[in-house]
T-cell receptor
Framework: DAGVIQSPRHEVTEMGQEVTLRCKPI?????LFWYRQTMMRGLELLIYFNNNVPIDDSGMPEDRFSAKMPNASFSTLKIQPSEPRDSAVYFC?????????????FGDGTRLSIL | AQSVTQLDSQVPVFEEAPVELRCNYSSSVSVYLFWYVQYPNQGLQLLLKYLSGSTLVKGINGFEAEFNKSQTSFHLRKPSVHISDTAEYFCAVSRMDSSYKLIFGSGTRLLVRP
């Protein structure tokens, strides 16, 4: 079975540019999560969706960040304009539910570097 | 609020030796506890979880962890490690009423040497 697929795996861009990260969840999983991993702050939940609807976006750092899920098989995380402090590894995860017996399956991440 | 502390940022150990990775948590409400492993350039994988019942839980790859409520700890152990266990290990907690919201520790890098 295909796992969670993220693209690109690596992104290097200059500050001020728009960055779009993409995620394809596991088929049949109704929940999708976006995380950010940095040395300073560790792993943080940014936002999660249920059936394509954003439910909890309290972790989104600021208005420069936005996330969408136009259909059950695709989500994007966009940063506009990007800043050097946005450099991090961004993970997407999906799960069939939110209970503790329905663990989140993580993608391999997108390593983002903002110069 | 919940928090997770992993005191050891890196643990070097020789192959076939036992290992313990420490995790302490803080919470005013009951929580679920998890250990995840992250291999280089990959996402996180669930190793094991404690939800209720027996305080000793067994996971994949020969790992086990023991929940100690009085010490608010959930240490991860393996009796004999392999080179392939070299990875970053994350302890995490979640509230029982919002179990999707994982609070992660800062991680412990396990470095297994031949």
């Amino acid at each position: 079975d295909a796992g969670v697929i993220q693209s690109p795996r690596h992104e290097v861009t200059e500050m001020g540019q728009e960055v779009t990260l993409r995620c394809k969840p596991i088929s049949g999983h109704d929940y999708l999560f976006w995380y950010r991993q940095t040395m300073m702050r560790g792993l943080e939940l940014l936002i999660y969706f249920n059936n394509n609807v954003p439910i909890d976006d309290s972790g989104m750092p600021e208005d420069r960040f936005s996330a969408k899920m136009p259909n059950a098989s695709f989500s994007t995380l966009k940063i506009q304009p990007s800043e050097p402090r946005d450099s991090a590894v961004y993970f997407c995860a999906s799960s069939p539910g939110t209970g503790p017996n329905q663990p989140q399956h993580f993608g391999d991440g997108t390593r983002l570097s903002i110069l | 609020a919940q928090s997770v502390t992993q005191l050891d940022s890196q643990v070097p150990v020789f192959e076939e030796a036992p290992v313990e990775l420490r995790c302490n948590y803080s919470s005013s409400v009951s929580v679920y506890l998890f250990w995840y492993v992250q291999y280089p350039n990959q996402g996180l994988q669930l190793l094991l979880k404690y939800l209720s019942g027996s305080t000793l839980v067994k996971g994949i790859n020969g790992f086990e962890a023991e929940f100690n409520k009085s010490q608010t700890s959930f240490h991860l152990r393996k009796p004999s490690v392999h080179i392939s266990d070299t990875a970053e290990y994350f302890c995490a907690v979640s509230r029982m009423d919002s179990s999707y919201k994982l609070i992660f520790g800062s991680g412990t890098r396990l470095l297994v040497r031949p």
